[in-house]
Antibody, heavy 123, light 110 residues
Framework: EVQLVESGGGSAQPGRSLRLSCSAS????????MSWVRQAPGKGLEWVGL??????????EYAASVKGRVTISRDDSKTIAYLQMNSLKTEDTAVYYC??????????????WGQGTLVTVSS | QSVLTQPPSASGTPGQRVTISCSGS????????VSWYQQLPGTAPKLLIY???QRPSGVPDRFSGSKSGTSASLAISGLQSEDEADYYC???????????FGGGTKLTVL
């Protein structure tokens, strides 16, 4: 059974940093791109970024709203994806979901989602 | 303001057919495949449609997707009370070099 479990959320002050982790199981983690999607309270879904599999260079892409402040990385040996967020802003307050880019859709869909972890940025 | 435009709300009675639209541009829907997600209250989103019109295993055939030009649609036939949820469309955008989501449509089953 595919499982994605996020951790690392919590409260932080503006300007500080936070690292979220996504522990994956039930599939060959290294074969898939992984993405992060966030949802501000009462709002819609917003794509944060992705990291491709090593077979595709392990490259990353980021949304303009977080580019330069966020880094996505992966440790295939531990089957964990990370979201490092720096210079946090109040508008980063959201539930952060870890997702798997589905192989059967060429990576252009998210076939599994974690339960989400809440990040609250406030002074 | 989302890059993909969805109506904020939709409604129908049990058994009806409802359609949710998703309007984009040539850099996203016009040239890419569309996926749809269902988010029940208090839960993580779930993949409903991929490759514009394909259903993952386990998704009832009451759900169908289509696309015409720069717009996509999600149709739900035989509406059921458990379909009451938020629905989101998504697509890759070549101009932004990233994924864009619609603002979401809240479906109410009357």
């Amino acid at each position: 059974e595919v499982q994605l479990v996020e951790s690392g959320g919590g409260s932080a002050q503006p300007g500080r940093s936070l690292r979220l982790s996504c522990s994956a199981s039930g599939f060959t983690f290294g074969d898939y791109a992984m993405s992060w999607v966030r949802q501000a309270p009462g709002k819609g879904l917003e794509w944060v970024g992705l990291i491709r599999s090593k077979a595709y260079g392990g490259t990353t892409e980021y949304a303009a709203s977080v580019k330069g402040r966020v880094t996505i990385s992966r440790d295939d040996s531990k089957t964990i994806a990370y979201l490092q967020m720096n210079s946090l802003k109040t508008e980063d307050t959201a539930v952060y979901y870890c997702t798997r880019n589905g192989g059967h859709c060429g990576g252009d869909c998210y076939d599994y989602w974690g339960q989400g972890t809440l990040v609250t940025v406030s002074s | 303001q989302s890059v993909l435009t969805q109506p904020p709300s939709a409604s129908g009675t049990p058994g009806q057919r409802v359609t949710i639209s998703c309007s984009g541009s040539s850099s996203n829907i016009g040239s890419k495949t569309v996926s749809w997600y269902q988010q029940l209250p208090g839960t993580a989103p779930k993949l409903l449609i991929y490759y514009t019109n394909q259903r993952p295993s386990g998704v009832p055939d009451r759900f169908s997707g289509s696309k015409s030009g720069t717009s996509a649609s999600l149709a739900i036939s035989g509406l059921q009370s458990e379909d009451e949820a938020d629905y989101y469309c998504a697509a890759w955008d070549d101009s932004l070099n990233g994924v864009v989501f619609g603002g979401g449509t809240k479906l109410t089953v009357l």
